[in-house]
């Protein structure tokens, strides 16, 4: 990583979807800091609007990574938010060109490929980090100072828990781009490699050893009500089913929030009557839960024992409300409670609890990652341009060592054995 600059970072965005115009608009927030100078992004009116949007030259916008890898290098940054398994393509392709790498999780779909990238960043002296925003939020700052300060003691054991929602896991890994293993990844590296991740940096030790047990049980054919049709705009339970497309994409449409993002990504933009409807006829995310073609599973837990013995447990669930992450700490001296916002201490010897409220503005810790994407994309940014690689915490190498994690889980889970790590 080179010293500070005196001139903002440019940036070229490979894939215009929700992470990676997410990130562009972040950086239009600081233009003497960074500027969004190419685009490559398949769909046509997307990549239209991205490229009118940050003002992208016409001979800086391609319509696929592939057409940006055949130019000598044109921007210092490369962020990297196209479909998981053509990462390891783009990304030993990039660090091999000099780019220095955003890399939105997880960093590929195999072990080997994962490797791969780590080596590709190793022999070009790159800066390469990974999307894991959870490590980069206020509240999961303020957690593990207070680990750290003593606040518990000595960590014997962790309890974590991702309600994923019933309608974002029918959404995005039922009916969208994560639902098959074999077009996207498993389930724990795709939604939470991230709490993985986060574990091992809250605990702070080795992995030692991994068991897991998860498998597909409700979105199945067998399961589907009597006289569920294929797609919901046309079945007879689509007003009284839990998980009707027309009530989810509709609703979106009337009540904003986290609904309309995704009837935004199904309609490919259109927010109009019309065009959730054509999308609900048409498209991938009108058809029924129990007649899709996913195959990812819906529930999963996964045991980790560290080196020093102390011990962690992941719950994964579909069938939760939308809300934060949930987790206890249980020290020698005392036990941590967190919700992704309020932090409570119980202390043993005064029996007493403290409690720390990390939002900086009031809204819910399951509103946009409780500020980690900003804070994350920030401090890559300040890393880069300010000569301080310290501000990146999840770089390549910390991100390959829980990535290897999620893997050994997998290969638990599916051989029925403890892995050693």
């Known amino acids: 990583m080179s010293a500070a600059l005196d001139r903002p970072l440019t940036l070229a965005i490979l894939g215009a979807g929700a992470r990676g115009a997410g990130y562009a608009d972040i950086a239009a927030t600081r233009p003497g800091i960074a500027r ?34 055949e130019r000598p290098r044109i921007a210092d940054v490369a962020v990297i938010a196209v479909p998981d398994a053509e990462h390891v393509a783009v990304a ?12 939105e999780k997880p960093i590929a779909t195999t072990e080997a490929d994962c490797e791969a990238i780590a080596e590709a960043r190793r022999r070009n002296g790159t800066a390469m980090a990974v999307a894991h925003v959870m490590r980069y939020t206020p509240y999961s700052v303020k957690l593990k100072q207070l680990i750290r300060e003593g606040g518990i003691g000595d960590i014997v054991a962790l309890q974590h828990l991702e309600p994923v929602g ?4 029918a959404h995005s890994f039922v009916r969208g781009n994560w639902r098959r293993e074999d077009e996207s990844s498993p389930l724990l590296l795709a939604k939470s490699c991230h709490d993985i991740d986060w574990i091992t940096d809250v605990v702070g030790r080795t992995v030692a050893r991994v068991s897991s047990f998860g498998s597909l049980t409700h979105f199945r054919p067998e399961r589907a009500p009597e006289g569920a049709t294929d797609r919901c705009l046309t079945c007879p339970l689509q007003d009284t089913c839990q998980y009707s497309a027309t009530t989810l994409y509709r609703g979106g449409l009337r009540n904003g929030g986290t609904k309309q993002y995704f009837a935004r990504i199904m309609a490919e933009g259109d927010l109009s009557e019309e065009g959730v409807s054509a999308a609900l006829a048409h498209g991938p995310y009108g058809r029924c839960v129990y007649h899709s073609d996913n195959d990812v599973v819906d529930h999963q837990v996964v045991n980790l024992e560290f080196d020093d013995g102390a011990t962690a447990s992941f719950t994964l669930a579909a069938f939760t409300p939308l ?3 949930h987790t206890k700490v249980f020290g020698t001296r005392g036990q941590l409670t967190g919700d992704g916002r309020f932090i409570e201490i119980y202390d043993f010897h005064t029996e007493t609890r403290t409690v720390h409220d990390t939002s900086l503005d009031g809204s ?10 900003e804070a994350m994309f920030n401090a890559f940014l300040d890393a880069l341009h300010r000569g301080r690689p310290e501000l990146i915490v999840s770089g390549i190498e910390t991100s390959l060592a829980s990535h290897r994690v999620v893997f050994a889980a997998e290969r638990a889970r599916k051989n029925r054995t403890v892995v050693e790590m």
């Not at 019933?166 to 896991?169: I, N, P, R, T, V």
């Open 364 to 373: 819910s810790a399951a509103e946009g990652h409780a500020g980690g994407d």
């Open 323 to 325: 809300e934060n992450r």
């Open 166 to 169: 019933y309608y974002h896991f």
């Open 92 to 103: 030993v392709a990039l660090a091999d060109l000099g780019y220095q790498i955003l890399l």
């Open 36 to 69: 969004v100078v190419a685009v490559a992004e398949p769909r046509d009116l997307v990549r239209k609007a991205f490229a009118t949007k940050h003002r992208v030259a016409p001979d800086h916008t391609f319509g696929h990574w592939r057409d940006l890898l």
